[in-house]
């Protein structure tokens, strides 16, 4: 190719630049209302999510709270490493995994199947009430499930009445001395608690579904099971998948609640997690620093999961991501 | 019409206007409204609208508004620190944290010039409220009563059936103890259709210290420093678990759930379960606090089974020791309410605390209103018999007549002192105490020769004086080296003691052995070393 060529090429490519931006302008001009419109959110944002990050500086400081931020003596990654050499950080941290990934599973699937058996429920008055009663215990506090829990399981209590009545067991078992059936019973619990409330939003998408799809699979001749699979399933796709990553990103998020008061001293080697960790050696200390350095390690496994969890999704979705 | 309209707008403007400055007019004169955090929650607060505290408004012009921590005070307390919001008055318990982040404001100079009852009411012990010795700044006024006598005990309670159904055996070993309850749960292994519980402990939460920690320092003789034994020779302090006295006192505990005699959810169990087990009857023993377990013993008694409430006794590890639950540790003025630097009216709040600290006022919060609560006869305080019938039995009293919901934490005459009129300070006395014990209590106590639990206890007298008070008070810095590795050692007890305790008798000895040198690897001779220098301080410090 000759040069000129290359040149006009050059200049072509100028030229689509410069006519680019213009058009972005033009097209920023055309939009302003709707900028003004978001503008109150951004400000928001930026207010109440990266302002804040600014604090993220105490972990690397010995922090006093009374001294102004000059005043402040630099430790460097004195925390990080603290944090990284504790034995017990490693034990809390698998305890939050677990929990949570058992959640996750748990919290995850049922709904989603639960969802399903509602919506092919026919006879609608059933239908609603079902509905009703499974998401009211949304609407209970953890402290009130904790003291139903730890009555169920107790040793005169009626899981173990039943199970002795039925000659499963010998001997009554104290369920909430064993560290093993810890994370079970919080996982029972929560699932019990959530069950209902977090079907709600599949049961919204599998209404929205086109019901001529059912029609014209019923037309081929496919039964229930077949109708699920091949319509409600692909229909509520979209949302399966927000709902994953939107999970997936928070699995290192599972605040402490249910587990700290669930939780005895026999079993604190299964029941302790990040955030209560993060509360007993960071603030309750006045360690304000270390809290600040076990926040930041949170988030950034957190922006790790979500990424990761989006490009696994993006493959499964013939390559387009949701976020 | 359009005139009419703006003459009418303009009427509405003037009379909102003025109706504005009568409003200003009438805030003059509406009470000063104090905030304050309080460290203990107080179920029975109204916000200053019972009589008590409409009274305290009424002469003071101050009204309280009062926070209550939701869940570990010691939580919010770090959280108020770091954004440096403070209230007004803050209720502490331990100074330190304040103290280090400078939220507290000297009242020394305050106390010259305005504490007259305040002197008065502290005497010597004022110079006990100094911090420290590089600081002798006075941050707060001590709660609890000062010189107060110590008339109730708690110790080892066991149900009156039980001693009544041995024919009040001698009570003195954790032996006699275990006997006693062996015997008659060999006796009786249901009570009312429900399967009898031996010994029942408290392990939810910080309730371990109460009801598994703290009865083997006070089985073995020590009288309670919190998480420390301090010898009395060398003023060292040693973290009490790792006493071999204290070891005993496990081992036995192992013993008695090996025997089938511990309650099998003694570790398990949350506070509503235990005196829900309490309240029904069937737990022969307990190793608690009065306090503790009260609630559950007034619905016994409600119920008419006074045979199931509890006697209180002096049980040892053996014949060497001596139950120290009378040792006066002297006042030890180190928890109490503090001015914030935040606070916008000194003044008035340190004079608010002075006034509360009068006679008039120690008299108001604890006896309440003349002619309503009290009377006086010949130059006597009474409670009428009708109010004391409400007083002992309705458990809204408090709430709402307000007797008694400001006499703590706030500066306090201790029980038994008297005042210029000759009557004592606060309503509990002696006889008061015998007055509330049931028939069965009473016919218990003759049996074994006493008119008061506190008279089968090794009496105060028998006691030396601890040169520094209650160590559990004193205010300990915020530094690393100390927090940490307590905090740590602390967790540590929590899971490891119920797993010992639980384990089976040949493995006690070296699990035992194992969580010691656990201990030793998590620092503990380091936060020991500390505390032992502040131990130290607070003598020099009290004693110049």
Redo the contacts between chains.
């Keep these: 190719m000759s040069r000129t060529g290359e040149e006009s090429g050059q200049l072509n490519y100028c030229f689509e630049k410069q006519q680019k931006y213009k058009r972005y302008f033009q097209r920023l001009y055309r939009q302003r209302y709707l900028f003004l419109m978001v503008l109150p959110f951004l400000v928001w944002v930026i207010v109440f999510k990266y302002i804040p990050i600014w604090g993220w500086t105490m972990a690397f400081q010995d922090y006093?709270?009374?001294f102004s931020f000059l005043e402040q003596t630099w430790v460097g990654f004195k925390y990080f490493i603290e944090l990284f050499h504790d034995r017990?950080f490693y034990l809390v941290l698998r305890n939050t995994l677990v929990m949570s990934l058992l959640s996750l599973l748990c919290g995850y699937t049922f709904p989603i199947i639960f969802a399903i058996f509602i919506n092919e429920i026919r006879h609608k008055f059933f239908q609603k009430t079902i509905q009703t009663i499974s998401y009211l215990p949304h609407f209970v506090s953890w402290v009130v499930v904790a003291?139903i829990f730890?009555?169920l399981l107790?040793?005169?209590g009626p899981i173990n009445q039943l199970l002795l009545e039925l000659g499963l067991l010998k001997e009554p078992v104290?369920f909430?001395?064993k560290g093993e059936y810890f994370w079970g019973i919080v996982t029972v619990a929560d699932l019990w608690k959530e069950l209902g409330w977090n079907s709600i939003i599949f049961l919204a998408a599998i209404v929205s579904i086109d019901e001529n799809l059912y029609e014209a699979a019923q037309m081929d001749g496919a039964n229930r099971f077949r109708q699920i699979w091949h319509v409600t399933l692909p229909g509520i796709r979209m949302v399966v998948f927000i709902m994953l990553i939107m999970s997936i990103g928070n699995l290192i998020n599972i605040g402490f609640e249910r587990q700290f008061l669930l939780q005895?001293?026999?079993v604190?080697?299964y029941s302790e997690v990040l955030d209560l960790y993060a509360?007993?050696?960071g603030?309750?200390?006045?360690?304000?620093a270390y809290g600040t350095a076990v926040g930041i390690f949170k988030s950034v496994v957190s922006i790790i999961l979500l990424l990761v969890a989006n490009t696994v999704v993006k493959r499964f979705n013939d390559g387009t991501a949701v976020l | 019409m359009r005139t009419r309209r703006a003459l009418l707008l303009s009427l509405v403007w003037i009379v909102a206007l003025a109706g504005l400055g009568v409003c200003s007019i009438i805030g003059a004169q509406k009470p000063l409204e104090l905030t304050m955090f309080s460290y203990d929650i107080n179920p029975n607060y109204t916000g200053f609208e019972d009589p008590i505290g409409r009274e305290i408004t009424k002469r003071t012009g101050i009204k309280l508004s009062i926070e209550y921590p939701v869940g570990d005070p010691e939580e919010r307390i770090m959280l108020m620190i770091a954004s440096g919001e403070y209230p007004d008055l803050i209720f502490h318990k331990g100074a330190g944290k304040f103290v280090d982040a400078g939220a507290f404001i000297d009242l020394t100079s305050y106390i010259e010039q305005y504490g007259a009852n305040i002197k008065k009411l502290y005497g010597p012990y004022l110079k006990r409220m100094r911090y420290d010795l590089n600081d002798r700044s006075i941050y707060y006024l001590g709660c609890y009563g000062v010189d107060s006598q110590i008339w109730d005990v708690s110790g080892f309670e066991l149900q009156h059936a039980v001693v009544k159904e041995l024919g009040y055996p001698k009570m003195e070993t954790l032996q006699d103890f275990e006997n006693a309850i062996k015997a008659y749960m060999k006796k009786y292994p249901t009570i009312d259709g429900r399967p009898t519980i031996g010994l029942s402990l408290l392990a939810d939460d910080w309730r371990f210290l109460i009801s598994v920690t703290n009865p083997a320092v006070a089985a073995t003789g020590a009288p309670d420093d919190g998480q420390w034994y301090i010898d009395f020779e060398t003023q060292e302090a040693v973290y009490h678990i790792t006493r071999p006295e204290e070891k005993e006192y496990f081992r036995w505990l192992n013993h008695m759930n090996a025997l089938g005699l511990l309650d099998p959810e003694s570790f398990v169990q949350k506070y509503d379960q235990y005196k829900a087990k309490i309240a029904q009857g069937r737990v022969l023993a307990l190793t608690d606090q009065r306090w503790e377990y009260e609630e559950a013993e007034r619905a016994l008694r409600q119920a008419g089974k006074f045979e199931r409430t509890y006697g209180n006794y002096p049980i040892v590890l053996d014949e060497r020791f001596k139950r120290p639950d009378l040792w006066d540790p002297g006042y030890s003025a180190s928890w109490g309410v503090g001015i914030s630097v935040n606070c916008k009216h000194k003044e008035e709040a340190f004079k608010f605390l002075d006034w509360m600290a009068s006679d008039e006022a120690q008299v108001l919060v604890n006896w309440g209103l003349e002619g309503v609560n009290y009377r006086v006869e010949n130059r006597k305080r009474v409670i009428p018999p009708a109010e004391l019938e409400q007083k002992n039995n309705d458990p809204l009293y408090i709430k709402k007549s307000g007797v008694g919901l400001y006499v703590y934490p706030f500066p306090q005459r201790g029980d038994g002192l008297v005042d210029p009129t000759g009557n004592t300070y606060t309503t509990l006395t002696k006889d008061f105490i015998k007055e509330r014990y049931s028939p069965v209590e009473k016919q218990v106590l003759a049996s074994y020769g006493a008119e008061m639990w506190m008279d089968l206890y090794p009496q105060s007298s028998e006691f030396p004086l601890k040169p520094w008070g209650a160590a559990w008070q004193i205010p300990t810095p915020m530094n690393e080296d100390f927090t940490v590795p307590l905090q740590r050692c602390d967790d540590l007890c929590k899971k490891r003691i119920p797993e010992i305790v639980l384990a089976d008798p040949s493995a006690f000895d070296r699990l035992w052995d194992n969580f010691q040198k656990e201990l030793e690897n998590l620092g503990i001779h380091k936060a020991e070393a500390i505390f032992t220098q502040l131990i130290q301080e607070r003598i020099a410090l009290w004693n110049d």
Excluded: C, E, S
């Design positions: 006093k709270p009374h017990q003291g730890t009555k107790a040793i005169g104290l909430m001395a005895n001293n026999l604190k080697d509360l007993t050696y603030i309750r200390v006045a360690r304000y």
